[in-house]
């Protein structure tokens, strides 16, 4: 049997995978594109189609893509398995790309984003290295524009409305067209109005005339036959607009002449009305601006009157203020004084003759150059009688108003407490307030004006431990050596202090005896001696007994009367509590010692258990002045001899 020899098996399988491949990767493999344009509008994304066929992957291929026209753009390269776009035309550069992921399949279509109009035209897919006869093939792009038509009355004519449709940035070259609700096409009022915008688009502007129908329901198209695009927009036309007869036209124009003089009345009214709004508003606001000055300059006086000892004692730059409020011989009197508080004490006897508006400079000059001197007061007092200003503080809201307007008075919450628990409100919002001792001065310039009997006894109150610390100096002054610093002061201190709350709850009571002593003395005084009443005689005889006990308590043992001043009867008095009955002197602890002290005290002070009855004075020892004095809370000296 013959055989072939194993080398021509090999050429014939060789050449036949040869012809194979040939055949297939040149005769068969086609570039094929879309038949028809592709048609997009300006500002869209758009695909040009291209592709192998059969389905042969690109991968490994070039793909050109360009534009003809004069001359040839280029428009995408891929190249090497991947895009190079380094020549590529400026006018595409960032808006071109091709499907990656679909390059095995044998699709090789670009996208071109954001196409403009100048995008029209023909586009070539092409493979340079395909060996097949077809390579390449032709996408055709157009770009048209569209805009949406805009419908308006633009007035009547005869018995009919006229319509009118505008539409711009169009391309190409539409068509528009009228209809009514049954689709049927209207006669225009002549052929459309036609131009190009500054972007070489195309407006279209037509009339129409329009008579009233059932529906009253219009339609203007634009369409585009190249783009194969079309937009429309309706209208209804209300039956009031259509023109009416004669006679409803008169009624329509008298009724419009009548609103439009009602209205004319209306707002001349509304404006005189504002106008008067403007006048009395500005005449209130005039008014309350009036009224804070005047009580600001009466607080201000009331602040100055109240404090005038501690002004007098520490105003330091008298002659400047001075010089600011007199000018006059006052002022070179002032100016020529010794001494600080000569000059101050001259300086109040000019604000007394000046009055209240002096007195409100004074302070307003006061409050630029020495500020402390004014705040100190004001909050000293605030702090000093925060309780018994809770308490007995009676105008809270008015004071509320003024000073936390937002905060407290406008707050809902503040209406459902008491007047202490408002009082405790307002000063907790002192203490946080940003100028707290400003705002402290405030109120107690408001107390003076609304509260000012309240001021004033607080101000009494103030003045009783001066004087209990006075009698302390005296008492220790006339003790001598008789007891130690550290101990038996510290006692004669603490009883001192007892006494002084025993003193203030008995205050009130004294002050009104005192007041009924007053009037006593007035009647008695408004009498010359021999026509007395019998009653005034009674009360003469109770005098004279009265003045009697006096000269007895003031004798000495011996019989004679002797002149003690009120220092060596204290003195005295201490030195019969450290001495023994036998006389004497005895050992005492300093308990024992504070105990007759204690007791001591008791006795000396007013309000004590131990003193006698309180009855009205019914003589004309203590004089009108005198009893002025008791009342502030001030020593009286009696003389023994005026008692009659």
């Known amino acids: 049997m013959k055989t072939f020899p194993t080398s021509a098996v090999w050429c014939f399988g060789i050449l036949f995978i040869s012809v194979s491949l040939i055949t297939t990767g040149s005769s068969e493999v086609q570039v094929v594109g879309p038949a028809d344009p592709v048609v997009a509008l300006a500002g869209d994304d758009v695909i040009l ?63 071109l984003n954001r196409v403009t109009l100048s995008d029209t035209g023909s586009y070539r897919c092409f493979f340079p290295k395909l060996t097949s006869l077809v390579t390449e093939t032709t996408v055709q792009l157009f770009v048209g524009a569209v805009s949406q038509p805009v419908i308006s009355i633009d007035g009547t004519k005869g018995w009919g409305v006229v319509l009118k449709c505008e539409s711009g940035g169009w391309f190409p070259e539409p068509q528009m067209e009228w209809l009514d609700s049954s689709g049927t096409f209207l006669p225009a009022d002549g052929p459309p109005e036609k131009y190009r915008d500054s972007e070489d688009l ?9 008579n009233q129908t059932d529906t009253n329901r219009f339609t203007c198209r634009v369409h585009q036959t190249e783009i194969n ?83 007098i004692q520490n105003v330091t730059m008298v002659t400047p203020i001075a010089f600011y409020l007199i000018r006059s011989e006052m002022y070179s009197k002032i100016h020529a004084a010794r001494t600080r508080q000569g000059q101050m ?43 018994q200003l809770i308490q007995r503080v009676t105008k809270v809201k008015p004071i509320l108003h003024e000073l936390f307007y937002e905060e407290l008075y406008c707050n809902t919450r503040i209406n459902q407490m ?9 000063y907790m919002d002192l203490e946080v307030a940003e100028d707290s001792r400003s705002v402290k001065l405030d109120f107690y310039r408001i107390l003076l004006d ?44 603490k009883n001192l202090t007892v006494q002084l709350d025993k003193v203030t709850i008995e205050r009130d009571e004294l002050k009104e005896e005192l007041r009924k002593a007053k009037s006593v003395i007035q009647v008695l005084s408004s009498h010359p001696d021999g026509q ?12 004279w007994k009265a003045r009697e006990t006096i000269q007895s308590l003031s004798t000495s043992p011996g019989g004679q009367q002797e002149t003690q001043t009120p220092s060596q009867r204290k003195a005295r008095e201490i030195q019969s509590l450290s001495t023994s009955p ?30 006698p009855e309180k009855r009205p004075l019914l003589g004309p020892g203590p004089q009108n002045d005198d009893l002025d004095e008791m009342e502030r809370g001030g020593r009286v000296t009696i003389d023994n001899n005026s008692m009659l």
């Open 450 to 493: 609304l509260e000012s009997n309240l001021v004033r006894d607080l101000d009494e109150l103030l003045n009783l431990p001066g004087q209990l610390d006075k009698l302390k100096i005296e008492t220790v002054s006339s003790a001598g050596s008789n007891w130690t610093e550290d101990s038996d002061f510290y006692e004669v201190n």
């Open 418 to 426: 008491t007047s202490q628990e408002q009082m405790r409100q307002l």
């Open 582 to 611: 036998g006389g004497q002197q005895e050992t005492q602890t300093p308990s024992q010692k504070s105990e007759r002290i204690e007791g001591m005290e008791m006795k000396s002070l007013p309000g004590s258990g131990s003193l």
């Open 345 to 387: 004490e001259m300086l109040y006897e000019a604000l007394t003759f000046g009055g209240d508006h002096v007195k409100s400079d004074f302070y307003r000059i006061l409050l630029d150059l020495e500020p402390d001197l004014v705040n100190d007061p004001g909050a000293i007092f605030v702090d000093v009688h925060k309780d």
């Open 229 to 311: 695009h079309l937009k429309e927009t309706e209208i209804h036309v209300p039956d009031e607009v259509f023109p009416k007869s004669q006679v409803g036209l008169i009624v329509g124009l008298l009724i419009a002449a009548a609103v439009v003089v009602l209205a004319a009345s209306v707002g001349v009214y509304m404006w005189r009305k504002h106008i008067e709004e403007k006048k009395r508003r500005e005449l209130l606001e005039e008014q309350v601006k009036d009224f804070k000055l005047k009580r600001d300059v009466k607080r201000d006086a009331k602040f100055v009157k109240r404090n005038i000892d501690h002004l």
């Open 49 to 111: 189609p291209c592709s192998l066929k059969p389905n042969v992957s690109a991968e490994d291929m070039v793909v050109q893509w360009t534009r003809l026209n004069r001359k040839a753009e280029k428009v995408h390269l891929y190249l090497d398995s991947r895009d190079s776009n380094e020549d590529q035309s400026p006018s595409y550069r960032g808006r071109t790309s091709m499907f990656h992921e679909e390059l095995k399949n044998g699709i090789v279509s670009l996208k």
């Open 532 to 543: 007395q009443t019998p009653f005034q005689k009674h009360l003469s005889a109770q005098l």
């Open 202 to 210: 195309y407006a279209l502007r037509r009339h129409v005339t329009v």
